[in-house]
Each structure stands twice: as C-alpha cells, then as structure tokens.
C-alpha cells in the first residue's frame, strides 16, 4: 500500500454492522493483522474528554486536538487470546466501548486535524502477511490502493436491534427507540462530514447484512479474498 505489495482487505460502513466481528473472523481465517481504526478514534476521544471535561470540543484549539491525537501512546496486545488496547499503562479495553465515547469518538473523528494526525499511525498497521482493516474511510482515504474494499450496509432498526440483543445478554438495560435514534445521528455526522466521509469507495463491493447472518457475510467476504487476493 503505498508503495508496498502487503495485500489489504478494507472493510469500512456504519456503526453496528458487525464489520468488528466480521474483521476478526477473515483476519482469523487468513492469519493476517487487524486494524480497528475506530477504536484510535475512541481513545483520542476519551483522551480530549480527560483533558478538557466537559468542554464541547468545537471550542478546542486544532492544534491541542492534534497533538493529543498524534501523541496517543496506545498499544494493543493479546492476552489470554483476547484484544487488549493500553493507553499508557492503563487497559482502556472496556472503557473505550461505551456508546457514549462512539459518540464523542464520532465528534473528534469530524474534525479534520484529528484524521491528519492518525493517517500515518494506521498506515503502519500494514504489516506482512496481510492487514484487515475496519472503519469508515478504509477504502476511500487510508488504503486507497487496496487489493479488496467491501462497503457492509444494514438497515438503522436491524442495526439497532443487533445491538440491544448484545447488550440484553450483557445485562444493560437499553430502549430500543433511543439506540435508533443515536444510530441514525451518529450515521448523519460520519456520513455528511466534510472530510473522510463515510461512503463506499467507487470500487468497492457492497454486502447488504440486513437479513444475513455473522456467517454468511463472512463466507461472502472470503469468496471475494479467493478471487482477487
Ligand atoms: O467503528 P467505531 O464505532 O468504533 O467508530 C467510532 C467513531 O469513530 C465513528 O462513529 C466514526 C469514527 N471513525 C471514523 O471517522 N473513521 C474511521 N475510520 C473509524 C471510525
């Protein structure tokens, strides 16, 4: 990418398509590494909220914005066959997964100096043999010359829905109508930024999940990794 042969599979689309889990089983199948660059967005989120509590982020300056982002000492380490993300020495796993930081990680992920500062940080993601890598700009901005580029897609309630059943089993307590609803203002922001929003890449192949399941999405994206990769 970028001057590099080490293939790329993007795998970008809104919030709640499962594009998380589908990252993880092809990277499984594959033996590749995973690029979740969502969760860059999160920490640079929970950072600016730690350093400015409670100050809307509009009335942040661009270059504190920047260097909190382009500063961020994050390291992600498997433990115990599980995903464990450090800021510094601290495990932001958990903390970092809330809807509340997809929400404020949706506000610092609009601003265009935020992006700028964690382009090159996921570039360097791309390591042999081959990376899976999952967000909203994958195709479009941060891997344009990727090998396979699959835009995931389901309808706001099958998205919503998918959710509460994930939080249902952990024990949380959640409306179904208020997770539409934060859905579709998340979709709006990601979707009608300025900078990097989320589209499908014009060669990207698009995979409606609405009525199929993990498996059958994975499947689908595997045949596509047979025929171009
Ligand atoms: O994928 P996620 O829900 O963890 O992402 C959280 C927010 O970060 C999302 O609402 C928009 C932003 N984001 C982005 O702008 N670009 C990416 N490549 C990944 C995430």
Known sequence: MIGSDIPVICLDGPAGVGKGTICLAVAGKLGWHILD????????????SRQFSNIDVDSISK???????????????EEDKE??????????????RTEEMGEKASKVAA???VREAL???QRAFLQAPGLVA??????TVVFPDAQLKIY???SAEERAHRRYKQLKEKGVSVNMASLVEELRLRDDRDMNRPTAPLKPASD????????IDIEQVTSEVMGWVEKRI
């Open 37 to 48: 660059s969502g969760s860059l967005y999160r920490i640079t989120a929970l950072q600016v």
């Open 134 to 139: 999952d967000g909203r700009d994958m195709g």
């Open 111 to 113: 601003i265009p100096v």
């Open 204 to 211: 990207a192949i698009v995979i409606d999940t609405t009525s």
């Open 152 to 154: 995931l897609t389901a």
């Open 83 to 96: 995903l464990v993300i450090y800021l510094d020495d601290e495990k932001i796993t958990q903390l970092i």
């Open 119 to 121: 382009l090159e940080r």
């Open 63 to 77: 270059s504190q914005l920047f260097d909190i982002a382009v500063n961020l000492s994050v390291s992600y380490v």
